[in-house]
């Protein structure tokens, strides 16, 4: 059974960081394709930075040149470094340890964590 613990988020000011981490157990880490998510109140949940197995990225329009996803297969997490915080980063955070890619798009299959929060305020 996957599991995927995440955790990092808290109250920050805007302009501030922020480093988010989803530990994974249960899955062949190093052969998937990972992604951050992001939920804020009364929205669907937006796919924020993606990282294929062969640590190639992809960022949400909205975060590029502000959040960086990266990967240790040694630990078995995924990590999404926030820089330049704004109020409208405020979201419920949730990793997917299972994208894949079709549709033109990358899709998150597998199981969810719990989420960490993000608040950022102004």
């Known amino acids: 059974q996957v599991r995927l613990v995440e955790s990092g988020g808290g109250l920050v000011q805007a302009g501030g960081s922020l480093r988010l981490s989803c530990a994974v157990s249960?899955?062949?880490?190093?052969?998937?394709?990972m992604g951050w998510y992001r939920q804020a109140p009364g929205k669907q949940r937006e796919l924020v930075a993606a990282?294929?197995?062969?640590?190639?990225?992809n960022y949400a329009d909205s975060v590029k040149g502000r959040f960086t996803i990266s990967r240790d297969n040694a630990k078995n997490t995924v990590y999404l470094q926030m820089n330049s915080l704004k109020s409208e980063d405020t979201a419920v955070y949730y990793c997917?340890?299972?994208?894949?890619?079709?549709?033109?798009?990358?899709?998150?299959?597998?199981?969810w964590g719990q989420g960490t929060q993000v608040t950022v305020s102004s």
């Open positions: 990282i294929g197995s062969d640590s190639i990225t």
């Open positions: 249960g899955t062949i880490f190093s052969k998937k394709s």
């Open positions: 997917n340890a299972d994208l894949q890619w079709y549709g033109s798009k990358w899709n998150g299959l597998g199981s």
